[in-house]
């Protein structure tokens, strides 16, 4: 598995299973069949409520604590107790270190969340601390204004918003670039769609959701494609043995619509659907 260096120089595998609307026994399972297929980083989060899940399948995976990468976030809602909410994802997962942590959104007392997670870092109960939905501006004024620069930002990037900008200030500020919905949550069928991915897939006896996350992968952004699908879970593992060429990528860049579907922390419905959470 290819990895990439954080700013702390902890290791991080490129290449994730992501859980987002996945629970109980279904999220067990995906998780167990994720793992035993070569993930090693697994996503997960407070308002996703399915850690004990995650956490059983770790269990019955029997993979050493030490080869994994875990990820949780902090649910806005519990900015004012991110400590408490730590200790009890730490409890779930069935572990007694997180690998990285993240606020989920930049909404509430994220300043307070934030300094408790620098806390937490350097107590050793966190390798790495990071956020998630942040924009630029957002991102850089917590960067100026406290201890610790965040590890990783994880926003929502595929085929159809490739985050160019983002990912520029992100590379300037050493912030890893992390994708949630890497095959484009939601208009998933009009990507895998498109002619240039069709053709190129095609070129390389790939499918076009392979394509789509090598394509991140190749432009150095951490990717965590989920499913529930045993077949399509080890398909999304399978892109390590072929590469794009600069052609290729250049027709992928031009699918870019720079449109967000779920991840824009401005917009007031994704506001207002966060909220819900």
């Not at 992501?18 to 996503?43: H, K, N």
């Not at 606020?103 to 990071?130: C, D, M, S, T, V």
């Not at 930002?153 to 985050?163: A, D, K, M, P, Y």
Request: proline share 4%; net charge negative; charged share 25%.
């Amino acid at each position: 598995m290819s990895t990439i260096t954080l700013n702390n120089d902890i290791q991080m595998p490129m290449l994730g299973f992501g859980t987002f609307l996945i629970g109980g026994a279904e999220c067990e399972e995906s998780v167990l069949t994720a793992l035993r297929s070569g993930y090693r980083i697994i996503d997960t989060a407070e308002a996703y409520e399915n850690e004990e899940a995650v956490g059983n399948a770790i269990v019955k995976s029997g993979i050493p604590r030490k080869e994994l990468f875990l990820v949780t976030k902090v649910n806005f809602r519990s900015y004012e107790n991110t400590r408490e909410t730590v200790e009890a994802s730490l409890k779930k997962l069935k572990t007694s270190y997180l690998d990285l942590v993240l606020l989920h959104w930049p909404f509430g007392n994220y300043y307070a969340a934030w300094r408790e997670l620098e806390k937490l870092y350097q107590e050793g109960k966190i390798r790495a601390i990071g956020v998630s939905n942040f924009d630029p501006d957002r991102l850089i004024d917590l960067i100026e204004f406290n201890k610790v620069t965040p590890a990783v930002n994880q926003i929502e990037t595929h085929l159809l918003c490739q985050r160019r900008e983002e990912h520029e200030w992100l590379e300037k500020y050493r912030v890893q670039h992390m994708a949630y919905a890497p095959l484009g949550q939601g208009k998933k069928n009009e990507m895998f769609e498109h002619p240039a991915l069709v053709e190129i897939a095609k070129a390389h006896g790939k499918t076009a959701a392979q394509v789509a996350l090598r394509f991140l992968m190749q432009n150095g952004v951490v990717v965590i494609p989920k499913s529930v699908h045993a077949k399509r879970i080890k398909e999304n593992f399978d892109l390590l043995d072929f590469e794009l060429s600069t052609d290729e990528m250049a027709r992928l860049v031009e699918m870019d619509t720079a449109a967000p579907i779920i991840g824009n922390p401005e917009d007031p419905a994704m506001v207002e659907s966060a909220m819900k959470w």
